[in-house]
């Protein structure tokens, strides 16, 4: 078993690497602390190991230790995309081709600091985005896009406003024009960026049935 202070570095050189979690009898959860791809392998992957549940990583990463994968969450076999993303602490970027299909969820603790930065057009698979825990802490960004260009997701998730919500302007940042954020109660959002920054943080409907939502 993996410990869960481990940072998983995936691929060596020209040769990909994949890390299955669970297998066709059992999904199964792992923690890692960082999640890295490595080398110019191209089919670098995390993908569930063939049940029809929902296998989960879970990543509890150091916001002082960023970590970048841009292989593939997700795989081609069957039920290789039942596959859960749980971000509780750190800085973590997605930017690959994504797959997954089991939902991302950013839920920090109180006193934590949790990061997504969505740098693909896919990063987030196929699934929701729910966003809960407390992210209203000094210095936590909630979503960015620092891939350098903006990006528009083209999987049109669905994004539950489960907690305030961070931009860090980096880049534009477009959810797709079918994408859906709900919103139940009152929330802060916050956007980041420079005094000249320009980034954009865009979805495509929302839904409301809460008494605001407050920008500063």
Not at 198 to 204: I, K
Request: glycine share 18%; aromatic share 4%; net charge neutral.
């Amino acid at each position: 078993a993996l410990a869960t202070t481990n940072i998983v570095v995936i691929g060596d050189g020209a040769n990909s690497g994949r890390l299955i979690v669970g297998d066709a009898t059992n999904e199964r959860t792992i923690t890692l602390a960082g999640l890295i791809s490595s080398g110019s392998g191209t089919a670098n992957a995390v993908a569930a190991g063939g049940n029809a549940g929902l296998s989960t990583l879970t990543y509890t990463g150091n916001i002082a230790v960023p970590t970048v994968f841009n292989g593939r969450l997700g795989g081609r076999g069957t039920n290789e995309n039942n596959l859960a993303l749980n971000i509780t602490s750190g800085d973590l970027t997605l930017g690959g081709n994504n797959t997954f299909s089991g939902g991302t969820t950013l839920a920090p603790a109180a006193a934590g600091q949790a990061i997504l930065n969505i740098n693909s057009a896919t990063a987030l698979g196929t699934g929701p985005l729910s966003i809960a825990g407390t992210l209203i802490t000094t210095g936590v960004l909630g979503i960015d896009n620092t891939s350098g260009a903006p990006v528009t997701l083209s999987t049109n998730n669905a994004v539950t406003l489960g907690n305030s919500l961070t931009f860090g302007g980096s880049n534009n940042l477009n959810f797709g024009a079918g994408s859906t954020v709900t919103q139940g109660a009152a929330r802060l959002g916050t956007l980041l960026g420079g005094a000249n920054s320009t980034s954009e943080l865009t979805f495509g409907n929302w839904n409301v049935t809460a008494p605001a939502l407050t920008l500063t």
